[in-house]
């Protein structure tokens, strides 16, 4: 077997085997936000929690310096691709806006935007100052 077809088997594993627990923490964050945020609106939903969720382990996976593919592979394509859910965020928004729920729609996309970049920042700052303290930088 040629060495690139192998590398890209190997890479396909990586993300497959990530997409599996993502897509599954997705399904049970659907079966589970009604419980987690009871009466706070339509925005803490599912996609939110799993938007966010994915924002932040995206954060810790991109810490590290130099990045790690495998890791970026498994981990920031494969299991945040599948938690995290841009199709069903731009369908929820949509039907706000027909429904002329535009305030609703515009916090819907705020509130995703800014929690998404907070998120990611405060998963690089964490997974940056748990590496330093680990090589004691």
Not at 10 to 21: F, H, K, Q
Not at 68 to 96: H, K, N, Q, Y
Request: with cysteine; proline share 6%.
């Amino acid at each position: 077997m040629k060495p690139e077809l192998r590398r890209e088997i190997r890479d396909l594993a990586l993300v497959g085997g990530g997409a599996i627990p993502g897509a599954l923490l997705r399904w049970q964050l659907g079966i589970l936000s009604p419980a987690l945020a009871p009466g706070l609106g339509s925005w803490v939903g599912a996609d939110f929690l799993a938007n966010m969720a994915g924002s932040l382990v995206l954060g810790l996976v991109l810490a590290p310096t130099p990045p790690r593919p495998r890791l970026v592979l498994a981990v920031g394509i494969g299991f945040c691709g599948s938690l995290t859910t841009f199709s069903s965020w731009m369908l929820e928004l949509a039907l706000d806006l027909r429904s002329g729920e535009s305030a609703a729609a515009a916090a819907t996309l705020l509130l995703s935007l800014l929690g998404g970049l907070a998120l990611v920042s405060l998963g690089q700052w964490l997974g940056s100052t748990v590496l330093a303290r680990r090589t004691g930088n």
